[in-house]
């Protein structure tokens, strides 16, 4: 192994850290501070110097695609012998080597068992998202609750039902799991912690395997994994943890970032190192993230640029969500003409529920886009499947009608969870869809098939659309945020808990330090309190909404001519066409099908429905 090679080409702050073989360390690692490279390189040098064998080194991380790339920069590193591990394939691997046989069928996902538990549930409980269930069964168990202490362990938290229900569905999981003799992952964990404290030899053979551990994404840690990694190390101080407490973005499952800043303390020897370089961003992506930092806490980071400078964020206001959704998609376009290749640009959301609004956005103006799921959210498969193979032409009354059987309240109830909030939006969502396609002349087939052709893209190469949780560890030439106001970014459930809003603003965080070169904020309505912390000037960037008297008159013969389809057509105006796209039509004054199909809001649908008549409208105005 060619020590020359470990240190080539890192700066100071990485080199120490790669210098100090033994003892505790702390690595504060900021957003796009070459991390990884830190780690590999430093594992690599305790196998150089000696100070340990490869085999004697175990690197945990969170997930298996982690694993699988420090693995390989560790073997280009000489250092293959090197276990690098997540906490479950861990503790599966320890328990499999002391019972000799593997320690069960490991459940894929606990959202199946759940959703059929879930289903014998009472109204409106009944069809509560299986994922939140999932979710709140996790958060149960990373905190070492059983069925019969749930309920006095919740200290303040909410559960997605109230906790008596939530308690039996708990207790009926884990019965269910039990008779299937199958585990979750939170059961290998806590198999294996079994192990370890039952049997003095087991937990021998294990730390004189393992004499130094390096744990990725530190502040991701939940009571559990914390647990099992204090009996590996014992009363050892070779540990090094890595991580950024301003990313902990998952209170949800367990996760806590104490464990990281408080690592100096239980280690007062230990060697605190903070990589602040930053290698992914513009200095001007970087100003904006570095703004929020006298308001993120933990231990300060200010992330130091290295790239040459680039366009200043965007920062807008719009008087709705079509126009913001408008906006994205030109912008997309126009990046698009000047380079940035679509699978380069993502456009980041707090909430599922808002997917929606950019998949029809993208789909009208026939941009490919990826990771977004209308069709595969609960809501969709349910009523889709509900509706089978029906033939009937009252297209929006069956689609009406099956959502109420499904639980949709036009005005939802206050204290929903996130993902039923997403499944409330996302029927009355499928309720317009239905409207808007109905006109007498085709039936609930036509209906479901031109839903797969709006909306089952996922295409390789376009646009990323994906919540902020999914987005992190990544990173794109352009990144655009939109909907960062109140109720949204902090969310509605975060509102009034100091504890949540801080997780909210670490989304937030999180969101822009995945940007390159191209960043925009956007909001609608109310501007999020994280807007001013950020030092934004909402009102200025606000687009204030023109009166009808500054438009073109094309527009007042438009609202006329929409007004009596609408009515014909027995539907909301809004079905036919929004006043944003109505406005974009009037300023363009399109002349043929084809320019007409270029203004945003105009998809292929609408096109064929309306464009003779819009045309007509516009000639005669």
Not at 177 to 184: I, M, T, W
Not at 500 to 527: C, D, M, Q, S
Not at 560 to 574: G, M, N, S, T
């Amino acid at each position: 192994m060619d020590a020359a090679a470990i240190f080539d080409g890192l700066n100071p702050e990485q080199r120490r850290a790669v210098e100090t073989v033994r003892g505790p360390v702390c690595i504060l690692a900021g957003a796009g501070s070459g991390k990884t490279t830190t780690i590999t390189r430093r594992i690599a040098h305790q196998v150089a110097a000696g100070a340990f064998s490869a085999d004697q080194i175990l690197a945990v991380t969170f997930t298996d695609k982690a694993a699988r790339e420090m693995r390989s920069q560790l073997e280009e590193l000489g250092a293959g012998g090197v276990r690098a591990r997540t906490f479950h394939s861990a503790a599966f691997a320890q328990l499999r080597w002391f019972r000799g046989e593997p320690p069960g069928k490991i459940l894929a996902s606990k959202a199946l068992m759940l959703r059929q538990i879930g289903n014998t549930l009472p109204m409106p409980f009944k069809f509560r998202p299986a994922v939140d269930l999932a979710t709140e069964v996790e958060w149960a168990k990373n905190r070492r609750l059983t069925p019969e202490t749930y309920r006095r362990g919740l200290n303040g938290h909410e559960p997605p039902i109230p906790d008596d229900l939530m308690a039996r569905v708990f207790r009926e999981y884990e019965r269910r799991k039990e008779a299937s003799g199958a585990l979750d992952f939170e059961d290998l964990l806590g198999l294996a912690i079994k192990l370890l404290e039952d049997e003095p030899e087991a937990l021998a053979q294990v730390r004189d395997r393992y004499r130094a551990f390096t744990v990725d994404e530190y502040q991701d840690v939940n009571m559990l994994q914390q647990t099992l990694l204090e009996l590996w190390l014992g009363e050892r101080d070779e540990l090094c943890a890595v991580g950024d407490d301003y990313q902990s973005i998952y209170a949800f499952t367990g996760a806590t970032p104490d464990y990281l800043l408080e690592l100096p303390k239980r280690f007062p020897n230990a060697t605190v190192v903070r990589l602040e370089a930053n290698y992914r961003s513009t200095p001007q992506v970087l100003g904006l993230a570095n703004r929020l930092v006298a308001k993120l806490g933990g231990a300060e980071k200010q992330l130091r640029e290295t790239h040459a400078s680039g366009p200043e964020p965007e920062l807008r206001g719009f008087d709705g969500g079509e126009a913001e959704a408008a906006f994205v998609v030109e912008r997309v376009r126009e990046l698009h003409a000047s380079g940035t290749p679509l699978e380069e640009t993502a456009v980041l959301i707090r909430l599922n529920a808002r997917s929606v609004d950019f998949e029809e956005a993208f789909s009208d103006a026939e941009i490919p886009f990826q990771g977004a799921a209308l069709l595969t959210r609960d809501a969709a498969r349910q009523l889709l499947k509900g509706l089978g193979g029906s033939t009937s032409r009252s297209v929006a009354y069956e689609v009406r009608r099956l959502a109420r059987e499904h639980g949709w309240e036009e005005t939802p109830p206050p204290g929903l969870g996130e993902r039923e909030l997403t499944r409330q939006s996302d029927l009355a969502r499928l309720i317009r869809l239905a409207d808007e396609f109905d006109d007498g002349s085709r039936d609930v087939r036509d209906w479901i098939a031109w839903l797969r052709e709006r909306f089952d893209h996922g295409a390789q190469g376009g646009v990323h659309l994906l919540t902020l949780h999914r987005a992190k560890g990544l990173e794109w030439d352009a990144v655009f945020l939109p909907r960062i106001e109140e109720r949204e970014l902090p969310c509605k459930q975060a509102l009034g808990d100091d504890k949540a809003i801080a997780e909210e603003r670490r989304l937030l965080y999180v969101g822009i330090t995945r940007a390159r070169k191209h960043l925009a904020l956007t909001w609608t309505r109310r501007p999020s309190r994280f807007l001013a912390e950020l030092g934004v000037e909402t009102r200025r960037e606000s687009a204030p909404r023109r009166s009808e008297e500054e438009l073109p008159p094309a527009y007042r013969t438009l609202k006329q001519w929409r007004l009596e389809r609408a009515k014909a057509d027995e539907v909301p105006a809004y079905v036919v066409f929004h006043n944003t796209t109505l406005e974009q039509i009037a300023e363009r004054g399109p002349r043929t099908l084809s320019e007409l199909a270029a203004v945003p809001g105009v998809g292929p649908t609408k096109l064929e429905r309306y464009g003779e008549e819009v045309l007509a409208a516009l000639a005669a105005a």
